[in-house]
């Protein structure tokens, strides 16, 4: 691997910060999900219930504790750490005129900590992390008013961090709530609840299309700011594959990777791709495009193209599931692929499928990639002796080094860094528990809120400091 690749870690604030109403910080729209588990979906309430319990509240209670965090960040190596900047901590409320100064200080100094640490923040500007009154008051992205609140907070921060942070994402995941059967995705996406009047798919449309306007709108300001910032869009990258060579089952795959491209044809090309102008056609979907809008996202396309790997899906011409699960992105004729196990929550466990990805998203885009998210949920043991042996988890992501090196050495993909997802326990973003755990290091915390806090280092913390000190030779 070049001797620059950013071997790292992925986080995001509403997920391990904690201080949910702390520093001035105002409700986002996360902090209204109740805690679920893989069988129950979590709750979105209207207000925050004194009787609920909301795990992201406190999370790991990052908040408090960050230097120490970044210290075993730092003794883990870690080039980089990919994390988000909450929009509740510089914008409260989302539509106030002035930034919160006590959460642009708070950033400050957790970057200061961690350049100081030879660590280089890479910064995801909205990571499901809307205002919640952004989203109560004028319906999210749905309103174009939105646009510009959200412009003037990625100004804020691009201005004030310009010399600390170099690599930024606009949206994550922008494209999974693609899976309009799921709630959840077009509130934590967009802060948008699908009225009865309202048909989900052309509203999903219309909000992306907004969204995508920010987006370019963000990058195009970077540039003003500072032409050296990079700024990149940032994908839940799950490939479709066919389940036979039957030529049906292959077309049905290609059909499907469009729900995965969509949203990254326009981040990257700067236009609508035609497949999609025939479905709108198709299906009468009215989406309100200007002229001004569409020379916007061509001037705003991005520089790099981010992406979160954890499993791929597989596709049968002729069957069909009425299962909305996020495995599948809400894809109906999704099958179980025999070649792929799935961990307990169900998600494949499949590494040539990073290298595919990464080919297909080259091959296609002719840019950067950076794998900012890649990962394996699991409950995990901490022994009598304060040990957490995580051998499955070492083997996955050693199984994914491995493909991922194939897909830059013989491949010749251009890749950035690779930040494996949750590099310390944090709140599972579908289920909100803290059993689903990713880290390398063990936070005791439980999913009722329970647990000292306390951070014990798993054997995964060890075998990857050793991947980051070899540059990847030794895996
Ligand atoms: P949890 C679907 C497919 C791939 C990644 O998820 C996904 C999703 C859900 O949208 O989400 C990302 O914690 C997301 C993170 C999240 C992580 O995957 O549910 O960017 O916020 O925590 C893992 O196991």
């Known amino acids: ?70 210290s075993l960040f730092a003794e883990m190596g870690l080039k980089c750490l990919r994390t988000s900047i909450a929009w509740t901590r510089i914008f409260p409320n989302g539509d106030e005129e002035v930034p919160n100064e006590e959460g642009l200080a708070f950033y400050d100094e957790v970057f ?99 969204e995508l306007v920010a987006s370019a709108k963000v990058v195009i300001e970077a540039k003003k700011i500072n032409p050296a910032l990079q700024i990149g869009c940032m994908l839940a990258f799950v490939p479709v594959y066919p389940y036979s060579s039957n030529p049906n089952d ?43 809008e569409k020379t916007i996202l061509k001037e705003g396309t991005v520089d790099f193209v981010g992406f979160s790997y954890y499993m791929s899906t597989t596709v049968k011409s002729n069957h069909s599931n009425e299962s909305d699960d996020v495995v599948s992105g809400g894809i109906s004729q999704s099958i179980d692929n025999p070649f792929i196990k799935s961990s307990d929550w169900g998600w494949g466990i499949d590494p040539v499928g990073l290298r595919y990805s990464l080919n297909l998203l080259y091959n296609r885009y002719q840019l950067p990639l950076f794998i900012v998210e890649n990962g394996f ?42 930040t494996p997802w949750g590099i310390i326990d944090l709140v599972s973003f579908t289920t909100g528990e803290m059993k689903k755990r990713y880290g390398m290091i063990y936070v005791d915390r439980h999913n009722d809120g329970s647990g000292s806090l306390n951070r014990y280092r798993k054997d995964s913390f060890i075998w990857y400091k050793n991947v980051i000190a070899s540059n990847g030779k030794e895996v």
């Open 1 to 70: 691997m070049k001797t620059d690749f950013l071997w790292g870690g992925a986080l995001a604030a509403h997920q391990f910060e904690g201080g949910w109403n702390t520093g001035g910080k105002g409700p986002s729209v996360i902090d209204v999900l109740t805690a679920g588990t893989h069988s129950t979906p979590r709750k979105i309430t209207d207000t925050i219930e004194p009787n609920e319990f909301y795990p992201n509240h406190e999370a790991i209670d990052f908040y408090h504790r960050f230097k120490d965090d970044i």
């Open 377 to 418: 949920g699991q409950v995990d043991e901490l022994t009598e002796d304060k040990k957490i042996h995580d051998s499955d988890r070492i083997s996955y992501l050693r199984d994914h080094i491995i493909e991922m090196k194939k897909a830059v050495e013989y491949d010749g993909v251009d890749l950035i860094g690779y």
């Open 112 to 210: 200061d900590e961690l350049l100081k640490n030879n660590i280089e923040p890479v910064i995801t500007l909205s990571h499901f992390e809307m205002p919640l009154h952004l989203a109560n008051e004028y319906g999210g992205f749905r309103n174009k008013k939105v646009i510009d609140y959200f412009l003037r907070f990625a100004k804020v921060v691009l201005k004030r961090y310009q010399d600390k942070v170099k690599f930024w994402m606009t949206f994550n995941e922008i494209n999974n709530q693609m899976n309009t059967n799921n709630p959840l995705f077009l509130w934590t996406n967009s802060g948008v609840k699908v009225q009865d009047d309202e048909h989900p798919k052309e509203l999903m449309y219309q909000v992306a299309h907004n």
């Open 250 to 292: 292959v077309m049905a795959a290609e059909e499907y990777l469009r729900q995965r491209f969509f949203f990254g044809d326009i981040h990257v090309r700067g236009e609508y791709p035609s497949y999609a102008l025939k479905e709108f056609d198709r299906e009468g979907y009215k989406i309100e495009i200007t002229e001004e």
